[in-house]
């Protein structure tokens, strides 16, 4: 159930949407360990967003899972999901913050029960 939440205050369109969406999906279940089918990635483009006091382009991430995440793998992550804003959106990694939460297994829902 590994999730990414990502906002950027860059507007984007439906084929960069879909070429994050998949690269994103492809990062965390790699990353992470855990199988794509289980993997979801939201993408919020076009967030107002001041960082370091300047609209200049940025993003802010969330990384949710049930296990999986610890120092070397969230590193790993946030150069990855760096790469792929530096990529996709031109956003540099000094604009960028992520936030990894390890969440308990009751404290996820799925399939109308919880983990």
């Given amino acids: 159930m590994p999730t990414l939440n990502l ?3 860059i507007p984007v ?3 960069t949407t879909s070429d994050i969406l998949k690269d994103a999906t492809k990062a965390l279940s790699k ?3 855990k199988p794509e089918s289980y993997v ?5 483009g076009g967030v107002p ?3 370091a006091g300047t609209e200049a382009p940025a993003a802010f991430a969330e990384v949710i899972s049930i296990g999986g995440l610890g120092q070397s793998v969230n590193a790993k992550l ?7 804003l530096q990529t996709k959106l031109s956003i540099d990694s000094s604009r960028f ?15 109308g029960t919880t983990f």
């Fill in 40 to 44: 979801m990635v939201v993408l919020h």
């Fill in 31 to 33: 990353i992470i360990g």
């Fill in 13 to 15: 369109d439906a084929v």
């Fill in 97 to 111: 913050y992520i936030k990894f939460f390890d969440s308990p297994r009751p404290f996820f829902g799925f399939n």
């Fill in 49 to 51: 967003i001041v960082f």
């Fill in 78 to 84: 946030s150069s990855t999901i760096a790469d792929i």
């Fill in 7 to 9: 906002h950027t205050n």
